[in-house]
């Protein structure tokens, strides 16, 4: 696939190592010429010096025979010009934008997509928080994502010692499920491993459990944890992220206090996060944290834009009795060190992007993609169509030929959530089924129900 990326700042940075590393055919404009000679150093990429408003950049980037182009620039008009030209000189070019202004996404002066020739307006800022907001609703230790719009979550949370997790095999443990929840894999360290029914785990290890919404007490309990439920939240950092967060969770109902550096942001966020404390300060030291903590505030987010300060904050927060803490980490190579602190979730910008694209990238019936790890693997979402290939319908799941390094893990029909069974349950028409995948066989398991 013929991909051009437009910016090469943390998030196109990301994205192009992420889509070179699957061989995909990438082209990156950046108008620094020293990121720009940077990347080409370190990426097999074809890196253009040049601007989104520059429709010769743009050819040389081979816009006239490109499949995606996505904007991902930090200014929101250098973006919408670099999709909307891409669509005007190659209509079957799909596009994805990023904008900032949260005003361009909500509200009286949202943008229409589709009117603009855009395929997918996204931010960051709010995927991040959308993540947060998700963590923080979810009761027990790690986190949680939401999938097939709310029907279906995958839960990953941590093995303690007590826990039955630490026991039983998988087939034992499957006994005890729930009867719409399965154990698809785990992460240990910097591996992912896809689960059999023999396997077993160890403690530390995160499980990786797919079920619906209403099983996430059952799952909780067989794993010995006692249920949290948040209301008092502090945001360290109040930059953009922070803004999204802050003003998503007070609609909620959380009672919210952000702690910002600089003191114009935080007059300027206090002006307009009417319903939340906004206070100047670090907030990372260990004293400033331990007050906020003592103070009441269960759970902490920082989400400052700096890796090292941001993890050594979650850290802190942690070490000081927080219930539940959650660090913006771009680099997800900090994710061992992060699971082994006790720290609940690591959020990314970049991958928070990548999980909106990918099924973009992805040439088969892709609904949407959910990274695991630091992209060690991917959960899929495919959807068959009504006349699916015959190699995928008339035979047990457990007879299909998926790559090794794969598996399915629940399939949706007709709103129904099913587990499979290998040996009786055949796939149907209009099937949604979320498999689970390393990184290394994504490609083949996309060729197998493309």
């Given at each position: 696939m013929h991909i051009i990326i437009v910016g090469a700042g943390r998030v196109?940075?990301?994205l192009a190592r992420m889509l070179a590393e699957e061989q995909q055919d990438v082209y990156v404009i950046e108008q620094d010429e020293k990121v720009a000679r940077e990347l080409d150093d370190q990426l097999d990429v074809q890196v253009i010096h040049g601007t989104g408003f520059s429709r010769a950049a743009l050819f040389r980037a081979g816009v006239n025979k490109a499949d995606l182009l996505l904007a991902v620039t930090h200014?929101?008009?250098?973006n919408l010009i670099a999709a909307m030209t891409a669509e005007r000189i190659s209509p079957n070019c799909r596009t994805v934008c990023r904008v900032r202004d949260p005003r361009f996404l909500r509200g009286t002066d949202a943008l229409n997509a589709a009117e603009y020739g855009v395929d997918l307006l996204i931010s960051p800022e709010q995927a991040v928080a959308e993540q947060v907001v998700n963590v923080l609703?979810?009761?027990?230790?790690?986190?949680?994502s939401s999938l097939a719009g709310g029907s279906l979550v995958m839960m990953e949370f941590p093995v303690q010692p007590h826990s039955a997790f630490a026991f039983g095999s998988i087939s034992e443990l499957s006994a005890?499920?729930?009867?719409?929840?399965?154990?698809?894999?785990a992460l240990s360290g910097n591996e992912l491993r896809i689960t059999t029914d023999t396997d077993r785990f160890q403690v530390g290890d995160r499980v990786l459990v797919l079920c619906v919404p209403g099983e996430i007490n059952d799952v909780l309990r067989l794993g010995g944890s006692d249920p949290v439920h948040i209301k008092r939240v502090l945001l360290i950092g109040g930059g953009d992220t922070g803004e999204h967060v802050a003003s998503a969770l007070s609609r909620l109902k959380f009672d919210v206090t952000v702690v910002e550096h600089d003191m114009e942001r935080a007059e300027a966020i206090a002006a307009k996060l009417e319903k939340c404390t906004v206070i100047h300060g670090n907030g990372m030291l260990p004293a400033e944290m331990d007050e906020h903590i003592r103070d009441g505030h269960q759970a902490v987010a920082v989400l400052v834009d700096d890796d090292s300060k941001s993890l050594l904050g979650a850290i802190t927060a942690k070490y000081y009795g927080a219930e539940k803490v959650i660090a913006r980490v771009g680099n997800q190579d900090y994710g061992a060190i992060a699971r082994n602190a006790g720290i609940d979730a690591l959020i990314s910008p970049p991958r928070a992007m990548a999980n909106s694209i990918l099924h973009f990238v992805r040439k088969s019936r892709t609904v949407s993609t959910t990274m695991l790890g630091n992209h060690l693997g991917e959960l899929i979402d495919f959807e068959l169509d009504q006349r699916p290939p015959k190699k995928l319908v008339e035979k047990p799941v457990g007879k299909l030929k998926l790559p090794e390094g794969s598996r399915i893990g629940v399939v949706i029909r007709?709103?129904?959530i099913i587990v499979p069974d290998p040996e009786t349950t055949q796939l149907e028409p209009g099937d949604h089924v979320f498999i689970v995948a390393l990184r290394s066989v994504v490609a083949k398991v996309g060729e197998l129900f493309g």
């Amino acid at each position: 696939m013929h991909i051009i990326i437009v910016g090469a700042g943390r998030v196109g940075g990301n994205l192009a190592r992420m889509l070179a590393e699957e061989q995909q055919d990438v082209y990156v404009i950046e108008q620094d010429e020293k990121v720009a000679r940077e990347l080409d150093d370190q990426l097999d990429v074809q890196v253009i010096h040049g601007t989104g408003f520059s429709r010769a950049a743009l050819f040389r980037a081979g816009v006239n025979k490109a499949d995606l182009l996505l904007a991902v620039t930090h200014s929101d008009e250098t973006n919408l010009i670099a999709a909307m030209t891409a669509e005007r000189i190659s209509p079957n070019c799909r596009t994805v934008c990023r904008v900032r202004d949260p005003r361009f996404l909500r509200g009286t002066d949202a943008l229409n997509a589709a009117e603009y020739g855009v395929d997918l307006l996204i931010s960051p800022e709010q995927a991040v928080a959308e993540q947060v907001v998700n963590v923080l609703q979810y009761d027990g230790p790690g986190q949680v994502s939401s999938l097939a719009g709310g029907s279906l979550v995958m839960m990953e949370f941590p093995v303690q010692p007590h826990s039955a997790f630490a026991f039983g095999s998988i087939s034992e443990l499957s006994a005890e499920l729930p009867s719409h929840c399965t154990i698809v894999g785990a992460l240990s360290g910097n591996e992912l491993r896809i689960t059999t029914d023999t396997d077993r785990f160890q403690v530390g290890d995160r499980v990786l459990v797919l079920c619906v919404p209403g099983e996430i007490n059952d799952v909780l309990r067989l794993g010995g944890s006692d249920p949290v439920h948040i209301k008092r939240v502090l945001l360290i950092g109040g930059g953009d992220t922070g803004e999204h967060v802050a003003s998503a969770l007070s609609r909620l109902k959380f009672d919210v206090t952000v702690v910002e550096h600089d003191m114009e942001r935080a007059e300027a966020i206090a002006a307009k996060l009417e319903k939340c404390t906004v206070i100047h300060g670090n907030g990372m030291l260990p004293a400033e944290m331990d007050e906020h903590i003592r103070d009441g505030h269960q759970a902490v987010a920082v989400l400052v834009d700096d890796d090292s300060k941001s993890l050594l904050g979650a850290i802190t927060a942690k070490y000081y009795g927080a219930e539940k803490v959650i660090a913006r980490v771009g680099n997800q190579d900090y994710g061992a060190i992060a699971r082994n602190a006790g720290i609940d979730a690591l959020i990314s910008p970049p991958r928070a992007m990548a999980n909106s694209i990918l099924h973009f990238v992805r040439k088969s019936r892709t609904v949407s993609t959910t990274m695991l790890g630091n992209h060690l693997g991917e959960l899929i979402d495919f959807e068959l169509d009504q006349r699916p290939p015959k190699k995928l319908v008339e035979k047990p799941v457990g007879k299909l030929k998926l790559p090794e390094g794969s598996r399915i893990g629940v399939v949706i029909r007709n709103d129904e959530i099913i587990v499979p069974d290998p040996e009786t349950t055949q796939l149907e028409p209009g099937d949604h089924v979320f498999i689970v995948a390393l990184r290394s066989v994504v490609a083949k398991v996309g060729e197998l129900f493309g």
